[in-house]
C-alpha cells in the first residue's frame, strides 16, 4: 500500500527537550516537505529536501533540523531553540506537480 | 513573496446547495492545487490546475491565471464536503516552494 507515514500521531515535548517526527514514504517521489500548521492557519514550509543528502530552508526553518540520509525517510527534529513548537506538523512529497501529504504530528509542549 | 488570499473565509450550506470559492494570487505561477482538509488533519489533493478547467464529479475548477484567480466549485454539497480547502500556488521563480492560502471553512449542514 503506497503512501507517506508519519509517526507518531500525538507528541508531547518538555521544555527545553528535542524530539524528533518521522516521515516516511514508498512513493519513490525525490521531492520531500515538512510544513507546520497552526490553528486557523495555512501551512508555512520549514524545509524541503529534493534529493537525497541536500535540503533546503523554508520561511520558518529556525529551530527545526533535518536529514535525508535515505529516500525514502526525511526526519523532522524540533529542537530547544523553537520557543513556540506546539503545532500541526504535515510531511509531504511532490511528484509531477502534486503534493502528497501524509495524515500529521500534533506536537505540544507541557 | 507571492501572496496568496482565499475567500471566503467562513461557509456555511444546507447540503445539496452549491458554491464557489476563491483563491486570488499576486504573480504569474507554474503551479496551482486545491487541497480539502478534513476535520482529522488529512489534506487531500483535488486539482493541479495552473491553468483551465477541470471536473472531478461534483467538484470542478478553474484557473485564469492571466487575471491571477481560481475557482472551486461544489455542487450539489453534502456533510463529507465539511472541512477545509486551501489553495496553494508556486511562482514562476520558486525553487518547488508551494505557498499556501489561509483557506476556506466550509460547512455542510443536514
Given at each position: 500500500d503506497g503512501g507517506i507515514t508519519q509517526s507518531p500521531k500525538y507528541l508531547f515535548r518538555k521544555e527545553g527537550q528535542n524530539v524528533t517526527l518521522s516521515c516516511e514514504q514508498?512513493?519513490?517521489?525525490d521531492a520531500m516537505y515538512w510544513y507546520r500548521q497552526d490553528p486557523g492557519q495555512g501551512l508555512r514550509l520549514i524545509y524541503y529536501s529534493q534529493i537525497v543528502n541536500d535540503f533546503q530552508k523554508g520561511d520558518i526553518a529556525e529551530g527545526y533540523s533535518v536529514s535525508r540520509e535515505k529516500k525514502e525517510s526525511f526526519p523532522l527534529t524540533v529542537t530547544s531553540?523553537?520557543?513556540?513548537?506546539t503545532a500541526f506538523y504535515l510531511c509531504a512529497t511532490l511528484q509531477d506537480g502534486t503534493q502528497y501529504f501524509g495524515p500529521g504530528t500534533r506536537l505540544l509542549v507541557l | 513573496g507571492i501572496q496568496v488570499e482565499q475567500s471566503p473565509p467562513d461557509l456555511i450550506l444546507q447540503e445539496g446547495a452549491n458554491s464557489t470559492l476563491r483563491c486570488n494570487f499576486s504573480d504569474s505561477v507554474n503551479n496551482l492545487q486545491w487541497f480539502h482538509q478534513n476535520p482529522w488533519g488529512q489534506l487531500i489533493n483535488l486539482f493541479y490546475i495552473p491553468s483551465g478547467t477541470k471536473q472531478n464529479g461534483r467538484l470542478s475548477a478553474t484557473t485564469v491565471a492571466t487575471e491571477r484567480y481560481s475557482l472551486l466549485y461544489i455542487s450539489?454539497?453534502?456533510?463529507?464536503?465539511s472541512g477545509v480547502y486551501f489553495c496553494a500556488v508556486r511562482s514562476l521563480?520558486?525553487?518547488r516552494q508551494l505557498t499556501f492560502g489561509s483557506g476556506t471553512q466550509l460547512t455542510v449542514l443536514p
Amino acid at each position: 500500500d503506497g503512501g507517506i507515514t508519519q509517526s507518531p500521531k500525538y507528541l508531547f515535548r518538555k521544555e527545553g527537550q528535542n524530539v524528533t517526527l518521522s516521515c516516511e514514504q514508498n512513493l519513490n517521489h525525490d521531492a520531500m516537505y515538512w510544513y507546520r500548521q497552526d490553528p486557523g492557519q495555512g501551512l508555512r514550509l520549514i524545509y524541503y529536501s529534493q534529493i537525497v543528502n541536500d535540503f533546503q530552508k523554508g520561511d520558518i526553518a529556525e529551530g527545526y533540523s533535518v536529514s535525508r540520509e535515505k529516500k525514502e525517510s526525511f526526519p523532522l527534529t524540533v529542537t530547544s531553540a523553537q520557543k513556540n513548537p506546539t503545532a500541526f506538523y504535515l510531511c509531504a512529497t511532490l511528484q509531477d506537480g502534486t503534493q502528497y501529504f501524509g495524515p500529521g504530528t500534533r506536537l505540544l509542549v507541557l | 513573496g507571492i501572496q496568496v488570499e482565499q475567500s471566503p473565509p467562513d461557509l456555511i450550506l444546507q447540503e445539496g446547495a452549491n458554491s464557489t470559492l476563491r483563491c486570488n494570487f499576486s504573480d504569474s505561477v507554474n503551479n496551482l492545487q486545491w487541497f480539502h482538509q478534513n476535520p482529522w488533519g488529512q489534506l487531500i489533493n483535488l486539482f493541479y490546475i495552473p491553468s483551465g478547467t477541470k471536473q472531478n464529479g461534483r467538484l470542478s475548477a478553474t484557473t485564469v491565471a492571466t487575471e491571477r484567480y481560481s475557482l472551486l466549485y461544489i455542487s450539489s454539497s453534502q456533510t463529507t464536503d465539511s472541512g477545509v480547502y486551501f489553495c496553494a500556488v508556486r511562482s514562476l521563480g520558486s525553487a518547488r516552494q508551494l505557498t499556501f492560502g489561509s483557506g476556506t471553512q466550509l460547512t455542510v449542514l443536514p
